[in-house]
C-alpha cells in the first residue's frame, strides 16, 4: 500500500495517498485519497471530499476540482446509502445519484466512491474494458437474501461484459482500501447473527469480547463473499493495522473514531488509449 515505484502518471501524488499494487491493465487506473493535501480545516483537515459532513463547501470543491486534476478525469461522487443500488456512470450525469457503487466502460469518468471506516473496492476485468468502484459497509456487505453490494456489482460487471468467446467471462481483479480494522469494529449479536444466516463460514470472522459485543473483521468478510462468487483475485487490504482507519488518525478519516469526520475517496477510470 506504499507510493514506492509508482507508475509515471502518479509521481506527483500528496502523501499517503495508495495506489493499488494489482496486475490492472497499463490503462486502468486507481488511487484511494488520504486526509493529507486539501484545502480543508479543523477536524475536516485537510483533504476532505465529502459536502454532507459540515465542512466549509468552497474547501470541498477545491480539493475535489484538485482530485480531477491529478486523476485526468471527472470524478462522479454518489448520494451512499449502504444500499445495493449500482449505477452505470455517464458524461451527462451529475453528482449525487443515489447508488453504492458505480461501473463504467467509457474513459475520462472516474468511478469514485467516499468512505471514512467503511469499505472501499474497485474492480475490472482483465482486458481493461470496464471499471467499478463500490462502498462496503457491513449493512451493503450484507445486503438481502444473501446479495450484497459486492455480488450485485460483479453480476452487473459480468452482464456488461463485452462479447467474448461466448462461454467464459473475463476474470475480474479486485482491491480492498482501508477501512475500520479487527481490532477496532465493534458491533452487536445482530449483526454476527445477521452475516451468520447468510453465510456460515462468516462466523470465521468475528472474535468475542463477551457480553453479546464481537469484533468483526470487514475485508476478512468481503474476501469471503468473493472467493464465494469465484472467478476474482483479490489484492489490497489484509486486516493489518496499517489499513484501519480508525488506528491511523494523521492518514485516514474515521467517523467511528471522530464522529465528526471528513471523506476519503477510492476512485478508478480508464485512461483514454
Given at each position: 500500500?506504499?507510493l514506492?515505484n509508482?507508475?509515471?502518471?502518479?509521481?506527483?501524488l500528496?502523501?499517503?495517498w495508495?495506489v493499488?499494487?494489482?496486475p490492472a491493465?497499463?490503462?486502468?487506473r486507481?488511487?484511494?485519497?488520504s486526509r493529507?493535501?486539501?484545502?480543508?480545516r479543523?477536524?475536516?483537515?485537510?483533504?476532505?471530499?465529502?459536502?454532507?459532513?459540515?465542512?466549509d463547501p468552497?474547501?470541498?470543491?477545491?480539493?475535489?476540482?484538485?482530485?480531477?486534476?491529478?486523476?485526468g478525469a471527472?470524478?462522479?461522487?454518489?448520494?451512499?446509502?449502504?444500499?445495493?443500488?449500482?449505477?452505470?456512470i455517464?458524461a451527462?450525469?451529475a453528482?449525487g445519484t443515489c447508488?453504492?457503487?458505480?461501473?463504467t466502460r467509457q474513459?475520462?469518468?472516474?468511478c469514485a466512491v467516499?468512505?471514512?471506516?467503511c469499505?472501499?473496492?474497485?474492480?475490472?476485468d482483465?482486458?481493461?474494458?470496464?471499471?467499478?468502484?463500490v462502498?462496503?459497509?457491513?449493512?451493503g456487505l450484507?445486503?438481502?437474501h444473501?446479495r450484497?453490494v459486492l455480488?450485485v456489482m460483479?453480476?452487473?460487471?459480468?452482464?456488461?461484459?463485452?462479447?467474448?468467446?461466448?462461454?467464459?467471462?473475463?476474470?475480474?481483479?479486485?482491491?480492498?482500501?482501508?477501512?475500520i480494522?479487527?481490532?477496532?469494529?465493534?458491533?452487536?449479536?445482530e449483526?454476527?447473527?445477521?452475516f451468520?444466516?447468510a453465510?456460515?463460514?462468516?462466523?470465521?470472522?468475528f472474535?468475542t469480547?463477551?457480553?453479546?459485543k464481537w469484533l468483526?473483521?470487514l475485508?476478512?468478510?468481503?474476501?469471503l463473499?468473493?472467493?464465494a462468487v469465484?472467478?476474482?483475485?483479490?489484492?489490497?487490504?489484509?486486516g493489518?493495522?496499517a489499513?484501519?482507519?480508525?488506528?491511523?488518525p494523521?492518514?485516514?478519516?474515521?467517523?467511528r473514531?471522530?464522529?465528526?469526520?471528513?471523506?476519503m475517496?477510492a476512485c478508478i477510470?480508464?485512461?483514454?488509449?
Open positions: 500500500m506504499t514506492h509508482l507508475p509515471y502518471h502518479f509521481l506527483h500528496p502523501n499517503a495508495l493499488p499494487q494489482w491493465p497499463p490503462h486502468v486507481a488511487l484511494c485519497t493529507v493535501g486539501g484545502a480543508s479543523g477536524v475536516y483537515e485537510s483533504f476532505n471530499l465529502g459536502l454532507h459532513v459540515g465542512d468552497g474547501a470541498v470543491h477545491q480539493n475535489r476540482d484538485a482530485l480531477a486534476r491529478i486523476v471527472r470524478p462522479v461522487f454518489l448520494d451512499q446509502v449502504h444500499g445495493v443500488d449500482m449505477v452505470q455517464h451527462g450525469m453528482d447508488a453504492d457503487g458505480a461501473h474513459a475520462g469518468l472516474a467516499m468512505v471514512a471506516d469499505l472501499p473496492v474497485l474492480f475490472c482483465t482486458a481493461g474494458s470496464q471499471v467499478a468502484a462502498h462496503a459497509g457491513w449493512r450484507l445486503g438481502q444473501g450484497g455480488e460483479v453480476e452487473k460487471m459480468r452482464q456488461n461484459a463485452p462479447a467474448g468467446d461466448g462461454q467464459t467471462p473475463e476474470p475480474l481483479l479486485a482491491w480492498l482500501g482501508p477501512c480494522g479487527p481490532r477496532k469494529f465493534e458491533v452487536g449479536n449483526v454476527r447473527d445477521a451468520l444466516e453465510r456460515s463460514q462468516a462466523g470465521l470472522h472474535q469480547l463477551g457480553g453479546g468483526a473483521d475485508q476478512g468478510l468481503a474476501r463473499q468473493l472467493e469465484g472467478g476474482i483475485s483479490v489484492y489490497g487490504n489484509d493489518s493495522d489499513w484501519c482507519t480508525v488506528s491511523q494523521l492518514q485516514f478519516f474515521s467517523h473514531r471522530d464522529r465528526v469526520s471528513g471523506r475517496a477510470w480508464l485512461a483514454g488509449l
